[in-house]
């Protein structure tokens, strides 16, 4: 029994040893595959300009690009294409990108065709890149133009959004904001709380501390005994004069001394 376990550890061991060395190899195959595949420069083909539709080569010859590459690739107008031959078949190779600039837009037909209205401007979009993100009239667009050119009328979508997405998107802004607004007032009303409190709190000992001590309420009572409250006096009543006697009238008659 002990040498069957003996024997498939070492059979286990052995198979661990092979495949770590077949890895090893595979690695080693793949990089030099790497290193000896050729350049897109390198290889044979015509190179050319794509204008949005076409790759146009520098004599004015024009080779339609398959939008489904095209839109996949998300290629922008100006990069440089190669149109090599593979096989029996001819492919377009990515050979250098401009530089992007990325704008929103609204998903939109103009004379039954797709386009885009941004802020730079409304621009032409491949029916490819609209049916692969399945993308309606008013959905959102997220667009690739060249940097050095907003004047280009064609652009590639990056990505679709859908109109009911973003509908939801805005209400569950907006119910995001009214819970923020409503537990800032909470928030507010629990500190205004407290602090009114103490304030009550801070008026009552102060209102406690200048109340009278019962030591101090019994001197107050005693020196309100001790004043005499001051007496009325009674308004002087002016003495009334005596009438003087009127002298008697003198008589017209003369006496009888007089006349003698």
Known sequence: MSQKIDLIRQALSAAESSLKLARQLLSDLEKEGVKNKPKVNELPGITGIFDGQNMVTESGDKYPVP???????????????????????K???????????????????????????????????LSSSIDHFS??????????????????IWAAVEK????????????????TEAKLEKDEKKE???NVQPKAKKQDQKELAREEKEKPTPKEKAEIKQDNKEIALPTKEEPAVPAIAEPKEAPPPKSDETTEDELM
């Open 67 to 89: 939008e489904n590459y095209a839109s996949k690739s998300i290629l922008v107008v100006g990069d440089t294409l190669k149109l090599v031959e593979q096989g029996k078949e």
């Open 135 to 152: 993308g309606e009239t008013g959905d959102e667009v997220l667009l690739q133009i060249p940097a050095n050119n907003l004047q280009s």
């Open 91 to 125: 492919r377009f190779k990515q050979v250098e990108h401009v530089k992007r600039h990325k704008t929103n837009g609204i998903l939109t037909k103009k004379d039954g065709k797709w386009a885009a209205v941004t802020p730079e401007g409304s621009y032409k979009l």
């Open 160 to 175: 679709i959004t859908k109109k009911e997405s973003l509908e939801e998107d805005v209400k569950e802004t907006k119910k």
């Open 188 to 190: 507010e009303k629990q």
